[in-house]
Antibody, heavy 119, light 106 residues
């Protein structure tokens, strides 16, 4: 079935880098904009970044701009989030989500991957 | 950035009650507003898109209304399986979420 599966989370020291992956299956990955959304422990949802269907446009939340990079590889049906200069406040579950064309409604979500930034 | 003010932050209601959650945008966002349900330990699930359109497969007791800056999400008859946190999300500009409403059974 239509599915997104994140991987790459873990424990990382402040200032270090980590790359998250999101593997898409059973839909035409190259036809959809894709987003990353995060949720700190016990907190609400925070939008992180978006990449257009063809990778030509990328936008970031102010809290991660200049430190995180979103990318995609349509040959591998995979979305990425390269995170650098990580801070304690980046600790969260990171979800990838598909944006329905024309509405930016997040209609398909991955199960999430936990990132813990701690020394 | 467009700020989304969601209220209440939590509520307690009885099974069968009508539950209403509101979301106010800091700027006019037309109908660019979605609603999600999140159960503990799970990813969010899309319930309502474009302010009032019910996502396929979602029970009809869920509904949404509003446009501009003021939006309402309603559960017409609360069921035990509706225990969750609900979020609004605007997409007029870069997406932002409301703070969430935790719904509990009284």
């Amino acid at each position: 079935q239509v599915q997104l599966v994140e991987s790459g989370g873990g424990v990382v020291q402040p200032g270090r880098s980590l790359r998250l992956s999101c593997a898409a299956s059973e839909f035409t990955f190259s036809g959809y904009a894709m987003h990353w959304v995060r949720q700190a422990p016990g907190k609400g949802l925070e939008w992180v970044a978006v990449i257009s269907y063809d990778g030509s446009n990328k936008y970031y939340a102010g809290s991660v701009k200049g430190r995180f990079t979103i990318s995609r590889d349509s040959s591998k049906n995979t979305l990425y989030l390269q995170m650098s200069s990580l801070r304690a406040e980046d600790t969260a579950v990171y979800y990838c989500a598909r944006a329905r064309t024309g509405t930016d409604a997040f209609d398909i979500w991955g199960q999430g991957t936990m990132v813990t930034v701690s020394s | 950035d467009i700020q989304m003010t969601q209220s209440p932050s939590s509520l307690s209601a009885s099974v069968g009650d009508r539950v209403t959650i509101t979301c106010q945008a800091s700027h006019d966002i037309s109908n660019y507003l979605n609603w999600y349900q999140q159960k503990p330990g799970k990813a969010p699930k899309l319930l309502i898109y474009d302010a009032s359109n019910l996502e396929m497969g979602v029970p009809s007791r869920f509904s949404g209304s509003g446009s501009g800056t003021d939006f309402t999400f309603t559960i017409s008859s609360l069921q035990p399986e509706d225990i969750a946190t609900y979020y609004c999300q605007q997409y007029d500009n870069l997406p932002t979420f409301g703070g969430g409403t935790k719904v509990e059974i009284k």
